[in-house]
């Protein structure tokens, strides 16, 4: 059997893609606890995640996200990374969140803010494995922002980023031009 440069290409981004939620998945979390959601788009989804950005482009007053929608039709998938929000329980020690206490935060609809450190951590770790791959990406708040007002990862998830994944002769996420 024959398998064209494409065929073993779209594998290569769909293995790749399994291995970054698992890197995603593996990275440390703050006391073990772990609220990490990650789901992968190819084709039509990812297609209607780059229309919600051009559309978010403008609502916003954001170019940079129709600049980024170009990124998300010229990749091959797009990892998504969010948070289902875990509450510490740290108490009045930690703080980090701007509040008295993790209760203060609750009340008040705060973000703990070791979510973020830790989507952070899990989507670092996921953007190396796809380096070590050898297939291109680049971390975009504004597929993330577009993936949570589509609901793509549930209700719950807050702090969502994407990762989208490329292999072609040249990384379509570097030396972009802005959008006007």
């Given at each position: 059997m024959i398998y064209s440069s494409k065929d073993m290409e779209s594998r290569a981004v769909l293995d790749t893609a399994a291995k970054v939620c698992a890197a995603a998945r593996t990275a440390p979390k703050t006391k073990g606890m772990d609220g990490l959601v990650t789901c992968v788009l190819t084709?039509?989804?990812?297609?209607?995640?780059?229309?919600?950005?051009?559309?978010?482009?403008?609502?916003?007053?954001?170019?940079?996200?129709?600049?980024?929608?170009?990124?998300?039709?010229?990749?091959?998938?797009?990892?998504?990374?969010?948070?289902?929000?875990?509450?510490?329980?740290?108490?009045?020690?930690?703080?980090?969140?701007?509040?008295?206490?993790?209760?203060?935060?609750?009340?008040?609809?705060?973000?703990?803010?070791?979510?973020?450190?830790?989507?952070?951590?899990?989507?670092?770790?996921a953007a190396a494995a796809a380096a070590d791959a050898r297939v291109d990406s680049r971390v975009m708040f504004s597929v993330g922002r577009a993936a949570k007002s589509l609901g793509l990862l549930g209700e719950k998830a807050s702090l969502v980023l994407g990762l989208p994944l490329s292999v072609s002769g040249k990384s379509p996420f570097f030396d972009r031009k802005p959008k006007k």
């Open positions: 084709g039509e989804d990812k297609n209607q995640l780059a229309a919600q950005m051009r559309k978010l482009a403008d609502a916003l007053n954001y170019a940079f996200f129709a600049r980024d929608a170009d990124n998300v039709e010229a990749a091959d998938a797009v990892v998504l990374f969010g948070m289902e929000e875990v509450r510490r329980g740290l108490g009045a020690g930690c703080q980090y969140c701007h509040f008295g206490s993790c209760a203060d935060c609750a009340e008040k609809d705060g973000l703990c803010a070791w979510d973020a450190v830790d989507v952070g951590i899990a989507i670092g770790s």
